[in-house]
């Protein structure tokens, strides 16, 4: 199975933009890019997914490299709420979602 | 819309008893999947249905097991419960396994096994 590294923590100030990394080195080349979130106390998210082109919804943006060995999901401004464990996933043919450790991200007001 | 919805919220039983956890799926949903959820293993995957099929199956022992109706509602039974078993069992619901899909989680069903 393809796998991602995420960064176990992450820590922005409130209102700022923040990039949280994902390193999927061995994706191929029908492999999506899925970001799902959890808040505490509540069931996973969906945060927003891609294939190839920079994605964009009212939640965040997703910015995947050429290559496709990286993306980075970004929260233009950053609140309280947005205070959560982000899962980067890559969805593979005929195989369910397989969450990682994700990156723990805390906002400081 | 109703959003995923699972009973019970919470659920206290003891060693060696079975449990059964029910999971409605939203509206026009046909594939289900299950995930355990425990602070030092994480989400695990457990099993996924699709027309009433198991299409893929995590690694957990027999004692785990699922099915899905022909309403598209699941539940899934844990039989000999152990105290490892207690955890946040969460179900998605997704229209279909198309790769492009985004998955939608219920608010997932606590079991402790005392």
């Known amino acids: 199975d393809a796998k991602t590294t995420q960064p176990n923590s992450m820590e922005s100030n409130e209102e700022e933009p923040v990039h949280l990394p994902c390193n999927h080195s061995?994706?191929?080349?029908?492999?999506?890019i899925h970001w799902y979130r959890q808040l505490p106390s509540q069931g996973p998210e969906y945060v927003i997914h891609?294939?190839?082109s920079n994605v964009n919804n009212r939640m965040a943006s997703l910015a995947i490299a050429e290559d496709r060995k990286s993306s980075t999901l970004i929260l233009h401004r950053a609140t309280l709420r947005d205070a959560a464990v982000y899962y980067c996933?890559?969805?593979?043919?005929?195989?369910?979602?397989?969450f990682g450790k994700g990156t723990r991200l805390s906002v400081i007001a | 819309k109703a959003g995923v919805t699972q009973t019970p919220r919470y659920l206290i039983k003891t060693r060696g008893q079975q449990v059964t956890l029910s999971c409605s799926p939203i509206?026009?949903?046909?594939?289900v999947s299950w995930y355990q959820q425990t602070p030092g293993q994480g989400l695990q995957f457990l099993f996924e249905?699709?027309?009433?099929?198991?299409?893929n199956k995590g690694n957990f022992p027999g004692r785990f097991s699922g099915r899905q109706f022909s309403n598209s509602r699941s539940e899934m039974n844990v039989s000999t419960l152990e105290l490892g078993d207690s955890a946040l069992y969460l179900c998605?619901?997704?229209?279909?396994?198309?790769?492009?899909?985004?998955?939608?989680f219920g608010q997932g069903t606590r079991l402790t096994v005392v």
């Open positions: 249905y699709f027309s009433e099929t198991q299409r």
């Open positions: 509206s026009g949903h046909r594939s």
């Open positions: 061995t994706i191929s080349g029908t492999d999506y």
């Open positions: 891609g294939l190839t």
């Open positions: 998605a619901s997704s229209p279909n396994r198309i790769l492009n899909t985004e998955a939608f």
């Open positions: 996933i890559l969805r593979l043919v005929d195989t369910p979602l397989v």
